[in-house]
């Protein structure tokens, strides 16, 4: 009888282990604290698609169009894309403990800062992967400047060299983003 | 020889039995409590409070990985409207026919609606990556930006 107990119970921390392992490392990131910042923000982007969604994507992509048969690729192993973008018309609106919320979830053992560049003029923006082994299971954008917030989260596997390339291929208008600063100086 | 001390111990005491009885005074019976040997300790208690800890605590995976995925669910029904209307390609030809019999309108509905679905789903998709591969490539360009010293020294040299 004791023997059996004892079976039980290895066989059981067998089992919770993957589960308790999963639930560390996960690779999406929980964007709930910031809500309240849609009601200060002028333009809000929040975009949640899972698995399946994506397979229903994928199906409208064409295989004869060329841009959309590499968007098809890319999204093909991908398990979820979840953005929420914050335009702002006046500085300040968000706080440095918004960042932190997300930040602090990317500080585990498995996300890595691959990219991490901070300026006075231009803001923050840092990009983080989720190492599976080899691959890459994962990956987190958060850009931050006086008056934009985007935290841009891909779940499983992403070709990062192909989508930096995607970008002005998607046949989507222009979001303006970078260009929501005053261009005065340049003018000049 | 006084038999009577050997009997009930009065009268005189033989000095041969006397010192006899010195000698085994040490294994004479002593009272003292009844001492049983402890019982084997019984772990079953310990070990089924062990496996409802185990059963508890994986229900409660369970529970929290069920319930995280719950809001995703709940957060894209939300998102739909959200995106904004220059995003959304408008369907060509969403509206079903009127003059179909209801049951074919029905199931055609069902398409339409999944059709719809997929189309703002990829409209989504679109948008999302665009984004991400917006912000990397400005992080490229960050990183591999030269410094403006840099810059200084080729505008002078130009």
């Known amino acids: 009888m004791k023997l059996l107990f004892q079976k039980l119970l290895i066989a059981g921390l067998l089992l919770v282990a993957p589960i308790c392992a999963a639930q560390t490392q996960d690779p999406r990131i929980k964007t709930g604290s910031l809500d309240h910042l849609a009601t200060k923000a002028s333009q809000t982007v929040d975009v949640n698609i899972d698995e399946r969604l994506i397979r229903m994507a994928s199906r409208l992509l064409s295989e004869k169009n060329a841009d959309e048969k590499d968007v098809k690729q890319l999204i093909a192993g991908i398990k979820g894309i979840y953005v929420r973008s914050f335009q702002f018309e006046n500085d300040g609106q968000y706080s440095p403990a918004d960042v932190e919320s997300i930040r602090s979830q990317l500080r585990g053992p498995s996300w890595t800062k691959m990219v991490n560049v901070t300026s006075k003029k231009d803001g923050s923006l840092e990009v983080y992967i989720l190492l599976q082994g080899e691959q890459i299971g994962g990956l987190a954008v958060i850009s931050s400047d006086d008056r934009e917030f985007t935290v841009v989260n891909i779940v499983g596997p992403v070709d990062i060299d192909k989508l930096s390339k995607l970008e002005g291929q998607l046949g989507v208008p222009e979001l303006g983003i970078e260009s929501t600063k005053p261009k005065a100086k340049n003018n000049e | ?158």
Do not use: C
């Open chain 2, 1 to 158: 020889m006084n038999e009577e001390y050997l009997w009930d111990k009065s009268g005189e005491p033989d000095p041969e039995v006397q010192e006899l009885e010195e000698i085994l005074a040490p294994l004479r019976y002593q009272p003292k409590p009844l001492e049983l040997p402890a019982p084997r300790r019984n772990n079953y208690l310990l070990w089924a409070i062990a496996a409802s800890l185990l059963i508890a605590l994986m229900a409660g995976s369970l529970w929290l990985k069920f319930r995280s995925q719950q809001p995703v669910q709940q957060e894209q029904a939300k998102s739909f409207p959200s995106v904004p209307s220059v995003f959304k390609e408008q369907p060509k030809n969403t509206d079903p026919p009127k003059t179909n019999p209801p049951r074919k309108r029905n199931r055609k509905s069902i398409n339409q609606r999944e059709h719809e679905e997929a189309l703002a789903a990829k409209q989504q998709v679109m948008l999302a990556l665009r984004l991400a591969s917006e912000k990397l490539k400005l992080a490229q360009r960050r990183t591999q930006a030269p410094s403006p010293n840099q810059i200084k020294n080729q505008h002078r040299v130009g």
